[in-house]
């Protein structure tokens, strides 16, 4: 089993992210890659960073063609646990989403917090950021904003009119310190944990080597996948379905007793 170190849950807490000890196999990795040429070979009429619920195989009901391997990781046992070890006992998986930023011409991601685009309530959400390929300053790492998760607060956004953008929402100018931003690089198979509420964004890719993650969602049981809000309204820059968006409960029972899991299963 894999589990967080203590030091690992208190980073979690005190600074919104962290880069676990744990990784996944050269093996694993070298598995999903296959998986993620696939995906994009089944996707030509998706841009790459836009990938969203992968993990529903075939039609997904959001304009992709997802993968069941990217199921199979979401529900690894070892990440729930990771996962588990800073939300709680009760995890639901509801959301996947592949970033993977081509050479020389993938989009930023601009600065924003998750929890923005949500339909959770009591807002609540762990991403585990899985690197498929080395994710560097270079090529556009995830740069997250240390403690900007505390307190627990949603800062205005603005929306964005551009096409060259992985989502559409931005904080506004002047409404944080981007100085104090740390770049995540990681290696592939290596994985980092982000609150969200935390502030966080990525460059844009110009460098010559494409950059993958695999961006897990995960919250806890107590929370409610509330499938008639529409937080962004359409405003997001990625065609989302929340009123069909399949959830499934991991581990532990659905404390709020409020969730879903048959919508958005096939049968
Ligand atoms: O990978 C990226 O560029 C953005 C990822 C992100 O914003 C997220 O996982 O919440």
Redesign the pocket.
Known sequence: MAHLSAAEVEQYAREGWVIPAFRLSAARVAALQGALDDLLRQNPGVRP?KLVSAHVEGDNGEGVRGSRAFLDLARDPEIVDLVSDVIGDDVILWGC?V?C?PAAEGYE?PW?Q?GHYWPIRPLATC?A?VALEPSTREN?C?RVIPRSHAGGVLHPHLTEDRQDL??NQRMADGTFDESAAVDLELEPGQMSL?DVYMI???AANRSQRR?T?V?LRYMPATSVFERDLNPVDGKSGVPVNFARRPLWLLKGVDRSGRNDFEIGHRR
Request: aromatic residues 10%; proline residues 0%.
């Open positions: 960073e989403h970033f930023k991601t924003h998750d991403t950021w556009g995830l992985t989502l982000h966080h964004g990525a950059r993650g961006a």
